[in-house]
């Protein structure tokens, strides 16, 4: 069933959008009021908790509700570890959990705060310099409180972070956690899943060798993230020689992932250079986090701070003597 506009979910929640499934993969969502407070629900099509009136033998029921039982322990561990976030910060937590349906099966539902996003959510790139940068500070903070809290995303990609207005700035919030795991789980390689366009290769290779390789770590995430800031801050990920689909395949091929220029204009002689300072330490950056070996990536805390020192040196001083010290004080490191 798929709700519609005026449809009532577990006798109390109205539907005010109808629900579908774009973008949702096993999930179809939509919007829905309950005391005044517009939220977003999610409707998990998989896996169904069989009723007493469900086709099938009693023993297949009973194994499908002892993985369904598994499934709802997983939410509420990622919720769990998610507690201390709250509601309204940069990680957008689940505020309600459970099933519903009829004696012949009940589907589980997840309700989020809903969240009036900015339409340039696919257009970071579009931004003057000091905005984009501060949408990609606001983006690692985000995932700095997923780490902190020991949850590995490991579904990061444009869709998962959600740009909202404030005061005038464009900030991020993660969302959709139904493929998070958290940091030492031991989990299946089959019931991993996320966005191929998004995987570090060592996510990959674990679920292509079937779990014969080592598990993600939050340095996937690191990966994930580093593709998604390429974009915010140039309009494309990094390109790649070769006919490869993604980024991981290359990089497991040997191959080098070249990370997009920025070209601006030269207030002297108004032509286009290649060479502006912040945007060579901001690949640089980008570069870092897109290494093969995992273990070379910065982490989550490093990569906030360089972000944060590049933002407060190049924008919260508008001096042009501040200005001229973050151009040498960049081009000293190159």
Same mark, same amino acid.
């Given at each position: 069933?798929?709700?519609?506009?005026?449809? &009532?979910?577990?006798?109390?929640?109205?539907?005010?959008?109808?629900?579908?499934?774009?973008?949702?993969?096993?999930?179809?969502? !939509?919007?829905? &009021?309950?005391?005044?407070?517009?939220?977003?629900?999610?409707?998990?099509?998989?896996?169904?908790?069989?009723?007493?009136? +469900?086709?099938?033998?009693?023993? !297949?029921?009973?194994?499908?509700?002892?993985?369904?039982?598994?499934?709802?322990?997983?939410?509420? =561990?990622?919720?769990?570890?998610?507690? +201390? #976030?709250?509601?309204?910060?940069?990680?957008?937590?689940?505020?309600?959990?459970?099933?519903?349906?009829?004696?012949?099966?009940? /589907?589980?539902?997840?309700? #989020?705060?809903?969240?009036?996003?900015?339409? @340039?959510?696919?257009?970071?790139?579009?931004?003057?310099?000091?905005?984009?940068?501060?949408?990609?500070?606001?983006? =690692?903070? =985000? $995932?700095?409180?997923?780490?902190?809290? !020991?949850? *590995? /995303?490991?579904? @990061?990609?444009?869709?998962?972070?959600?740009?909202?207005?404030?005061?005038?700035?464009?900030?991020?919030?993660?969302?959709?956690?139904?493929?998070?795991?958290?940091?030492?789980? &031991?989990?299946? =390689?089959?019931?991993?899943?996320?966005?191929?366009?998004?995987?570090?290769?060592?996510?990959?290779?674990?679920?292509?060798? +079937?779990?014969?390789?080592?598990?993600?770590?939050?340095?996937?995430?690191?990966?994930?993230?580093?593709?998604?800031? #390429?974009?915010?801050?140039?309009?494309?990920?990094?390109?790649?020689?070769? %006919?490869?689909?993604?980024?991981?395949?290359?990089?497991?091929? !040997?191959?080098?992932?070249? *990370?997009?220029? *920025?070209?601006?204009?030269?207030?002297?002689?108004?032509?286009?250079?290649?060479?502006?300072?912040? %945007? &060579?330490?901001?690949?640089?950056?980008?570069?870092?986090?897109?290494?093969?070996? /995992?273990?070379?990536?910065?982490?989550?805390?490093?990569?906030?701070?360089? $972000?944060?020192?590049?933002?407060?040196?190049?924008? $919260?001083?508008?001096?042009?003597?501040?200005?001229?010290?973050?151009?040498?004080?960049?081009?000293?490191?190159?």
């Amino acid at each position: 069933m798929s709700y519609q506009k005026g449809d &009532v979910i577990a006798e109390k929640y109205i539907v005010t959008r109808d629900f579908d499934s774009a973008n949702g993969g096993q999930c179809q969502w !939509g919007f829905a &009021v309950y005391n005044g407070k517009e939220y977003f629900v999610k409707k998990f099509l998989s896996p169904v908790f069989p009723g007493k009136n +469900a086709p099938g033998s009693e023993k !297949g029921k009973q194994k499908r509700r002892d993985q369904c039982e598994q499934f709802a322990i997983k939410q509420l =561990a990622i919720q769990q570890a998610l507690s +201390a #976030c709250g509601t309204g910060g940069s990680v957008v937590v689940m505020v309600d959990f459970f099933k519903y349906g009829d004696e012949y099966g009940e /589907h589980y539902f997840k309700v #989020c705060e809903k969240i009036d996003t900015s339409s @340039l959510s696919k257009e970071i790139h579009t931004l003057e310099p000091k905005k984009r940068l501060f949408v990609m500070l606001t983006a =690692a903070g =985000a $995932l700095k409180i997923l780490h902190s809290n !020991g949850v *590995i /995303h490991l579904d @990061l990609k444009p869709d998962n972070i959600l740009i909202k207005e404030w005061e005038g700035k464009q900030v991020a919030k993660i969302i959709d956690f139904d493929s998070s795991i958290l940091e030492g789980e &031991v989990i299946s =390689a089959e019931f991993l899943v996320g966005d191929p366009v998004y995987y570090s290769p060592e996510f990959a290779k674990h679920i292509a060798t +079937a779990g014969e390789t080592p598990a993600p770590t939050k340095k996937s995430d690191i990966f994930s993230l580093g593709l998604i800031l #390429c974009q915010y801050w140039t309009g494309n990920r990094p390109f790649v020689l070769g %006919d490869y689909t993604y980024a991981h395949e290359a990089i497991l091929n !040997g191959k080098k992932l070249e *990370i997009p220029s *920025i070209k601006t204009k030269s207030k002297l002689s108004g032509s286009l250079i290649d060479k502006n300072p912040l %945007d &060579v330490e901001i690949r640089k950056l980008i570069g870092s986090m897109l290494k093969f070996n /995992h273990e070379e990536r910065p982490d989550i805390n490093e990569v906030q701070k360089q $972000l944060k020192e590049l933002y407060n040196k190049g924008f $919260l001083a508008d001096t042009k003597e501040n200005k001229n010290k973050l151009v040498m004080n960049i081009m000293n490191k190159l």
